[in-house]
């Protein structure tokens, strides 16, 4: 006599990892059309474009260093110290302001990628120094006091309209598209996919795996001085302690739950975008239903639990 074991139903979690966010996004857009006052008008669109822009750059270099199975806790210090930068040089010009600022973003790249690939540090732990001791530099450099940022050109690219869209999110746009060509067409892209996949493979094959991640750590730490400069632009002025508060947090969470493995090898550049954007949007649905602060971060908490597990049983099936 034979026994039948019935099977369970097979969840899709490829098709799940590949495409949850975009369905999470689309459900949510529906009930805040109905039940959320306002929502499709272009002033609050507008609002929630100009308030995930920052969020999107920062991801996507996240998102970069995370392909390379490692972690970058410092960049919401490197946007600190780019916005302490820019009032100290705006007096030599906004293009030198701009310069100083991601030279600054090039420094502590070259730092963290230079302990990660030749020092041999783990990568949370290589940030991690720089992301109390980053800002604790921004900090002394302002001698923490809150400056005023009135250079009409720097203002433009935080709240200036080309075309009726904000500067803000075209720079956003733009960076996403080139990081999106680099990681999909160029050879730099193959190897940081490489290097996340099977990094032992990648050095006995001969390619340069310390240079790639030393490039992968500057171009983090640059987008996110990009970051800091528009962040500062838009608020017109540059608070050391408060730019780019926690921002890592949230650009960890873009990537992840736009479907980047944390164990690396896979990139997925309009996932992340997807990601800010879904977060961004429960947290603004969230205040317009005046809900708690404390809710809003418990939802964030299940979500990026949720994003974890089915990445998790997809590699495992």
């Known amino acids: 006599m034979t026994t039948q074991v019935a099977a369970r139903p097979a969840v899709n979690l490829k098709g799940l990892s590949q495409y949850g966010v975009y369905l999470a996004i689309l459900l949510l857009v529906l009930y805040n059309i109905f039940f959320t006052p306002y929502f499709l008008t272009w002033s609050n669109l507008r609002i929630q474009l100009i308030q995930v822009a920052p969020i999107v750059i920062v991801a996507l270099g996240m998102a970069l260093v995370i392909g390379t199975e490692g972690i970058d806790l410092s960049v919401g210090s490197v946007m600190a110290l780019a916005a302490a930068l820019i009032p100290l040089y705006l007096g030599y010009g906004v293009v030198a302001a701009i310069i100083a600022s991601v030279l600054a973003g090039v420094a502590v790249g070259f730092i963290n990628g230079v302990l990660v690939a030749r020092v041999g540090l783990q990568p949370i732990v290589a940030t991690l ?3 109390v001791g980053g800002r604790g530099l921004a900090v002394v450099i302002t001698h923490g006091q809150l400056k005023d940022v009135r250079n009409p050109d720097l203002i433009y690219l935080g709240s200036g309209d080309l075309l009726g869209i904000p500067v803000l999110v075209w720079v956003a746009a733009a960076l996403v598209l080139v990081v999106a060509f680099l990681v999909r067409r160029t050879v730099f892209g193959r190897r940081l996919l490489a290097i996340g996949g099977n990094r032992p493979a990648t050095e006995l094959a001969g390619l340069p795996v310390k240079r790639v991640l030393i490039t992968v750590y500057i171009v983090c730490a640059v987008l996110a001085s990009i970051a800091g400069l528009l962040s500062v632009a838009r608020i017109q002025s540059s608070d050391a302690s408060a ?4 921002i890592e947090l949230s650009a960890i969470t873009a990537v992840v739950v736009g479907g980047t493995p944390l164990t690396g090898g ?8 997807a990601g800010a954007l879904l977060m961004q949007l429960v947290i603004a649905t969230m ?3 005046n809900l708690q602060p404390s809710t809003t971060e418990m939802v964030q908490a299940v979500i990026i639990l949720i994003a ?6 997809r590699k495992t099936r």
């Open 129 to 131: 120094a720089l992301f």
């Open 287 to 289: 205040i317009k239903h």
């Open 308 to 313: 974890v597990y089915v990445a998790r049983e």
């Open 243 to 246: 730019v780019g508060l926690l």
């Open 266 to 273: 896979r990139v997925r550049v309009l996932g992340t975008v």
